[in-house]
């Protein structure tokens, strides 16, 4: 079951914590806890923006739920280069929705992230 934190973490970044969701609706600063509430720790979104960040989540589920599923039918650990792949390319298009006060505090987000996560293909 060495593959579970990684798929957890993936999760993560897609399916926001539940908590940081209910901060942003109510107009707060996000400080929910996970990945999804980390990556936008201390930054605040306009409903456009929300609406953007939910759209970007539901675009990768998807393929994030099949790497858990192809791990878990296998038997076999989470493709660790396709999970880097889709996790850049959905922070970068989170990243992109973000004006540039908000820009800032995301890339500390990350980096402050990136450390905290062991070395794996594709976290650099």
């Known amino acids: 079951m060495k593959f579970l934190p990684a ?5 993560g970044l897609t399916v926001a914590d539940g908590s940081a969701c209910v901060a ?3 107009g ?5 806890r996970g990945m999804g509430g980390l990556i936008l720790e201390g930054i605040t979104l306009t ?4 609406t953007q960040q939910r759209a970007i989540r539901e675009k990768y589920a998807p393929q994030l739920m099949q790497l858990r599923k192809t791990a878990q039918t ?4 989470i493709d660790q280069v396709k999970l880097a792949e889709i996790r ?7 990243r992109a929705i973000l004006t540039a006060e908000q820009v800032a505090t995301f890339d500390r987000n990350v980096a402050t ?3 905290r996560t062991p070395e794996r293909p594709g976290n650099r």
């Open 47 to 50: 409903d456009a923006q929300k």
């Open 113 to 115: 992230l990136k450390a």
């Open 28 to 32: 707060q600063t996000v400080q929910g």
């Open 88 to 94: 850049a390319a959905q922070v970068s298009e989170l």
């Open 7 to 11: 798929a957890l973490l993936a999760l």
């Open 24 to 26: 942003q609706q109510a």
């Open 74 to 77: 296998t038997g076999t650990p």
